[in-house]
């Protein structure tokens, strides 16, 4: 079945400490999007790849890193520099660009947690 | 400008009656409105969607309401079930222009057996 795959999904980080979350998919998607819920907060764009060796800054890329070196794979690390790194990740894809026919897809996520 | 504005963020609803989602916007050059659903532990997956140059779509027990004048749509669930209890997410984006969709806070919603 395509779908988009995160692992782990229970994740614990200790301060100080780099880690790195993955994300892979198997759609042929030529973009991939990486997103924070809080409670509350909705989601909030941390990320976005529309091509491989490209990626952009979203509205809460301070103290996140990621890289696109293959189509499949979006991993995101979360940096020391992450003051508050406690949420749910969730990391997307889509056809370009996402609309009507082609939407969104996501992962089941990953939930950080800091020890 | 490019907020979207949803409403209630909690919202109880008795088995059989009917939820209700609003959100707003204010940028005029969006020109696709998804709703996601979200249950517990998952990821949100698409519902329903609509054009600015439709003023419903049903599918199922699954309305959306658009008034592209208001800049306002809606989300109604008729017939609401528990296995309805999920959080319910309103979206807009600009098709063919950017690759990015702006999401509202979210609504957890809870259909009461």
């Known amino acids: 079945d395509g779908g988009i795959t995160q692992s782990p999904k229970y994740l614990f980080r200790k301060e100080g400490q780099n880690v790195t979350l993955s994300c892979e998919q198997n759609?042929?998607?030529?973009?991939m999007y990486w997103y924070r819920q809080d409670p509350g907060q909705g989601l909030r764009l941390i990320y976005y790849?529309?091509?491989?060796?490209?990626?952009q800054k979203g509205d809460i890329a301070e103290g996140y890193s990621v890289s696109r070196e293959k189509k499949e794979s979006f991993p995101l690390t979360v940096t020391s520099a992450q003051k508050n790194p406690t949420a749910f990740y969730l990391c997307?894809?889509?056809?370009?660009?996402?609309?009507?026919?082609?939407?969104?897809?996501f992962g089941d996520g990953t939930r950080l947690s800091i020890l | 400008q490019q907020q979207v504005k949803q409403s209630p963020q909690s919202l109880i609803v008795q088995k059989g009656g009917i939820s209700i989602i609003n959100c707003a916007y204010e940028?005029?050059?969006?020109?696709?409105f998804p709703w996601y659903q979200q249950f517990p532990g998952k990821g949100p997956a698409l519902l329903i969607a609509i054009r600015p140059d439709v003023s419903e779509k049903k599918e199922g027990r699954f309305t959306i309401s658009f008034n592209k004048s208001a800049k306002q749509f809606s989300l109604h669930i008729m017939d609401s079930q528990p296995g309805d209890s999920a959080t319910y997410f309103c979206a807009a984006s600009w098709e063919n222009r950017d690759d990015k969709i702006i999401f509202g806070k979210g609504t957890r919603l809870h259909i009461l057996p």
């Open positions: 790849s529309q091509i491989v060796n490209d990626f």
């Open positions: 940028n005029t050059a969006f020109d696709y």
């Open positions: 759609l042929n998607h030529d973009a």
């Open positions: 997307a894809s889509s056809p370009r660009p996402p609309g009507e026919g082609q939407p969104q897809h």
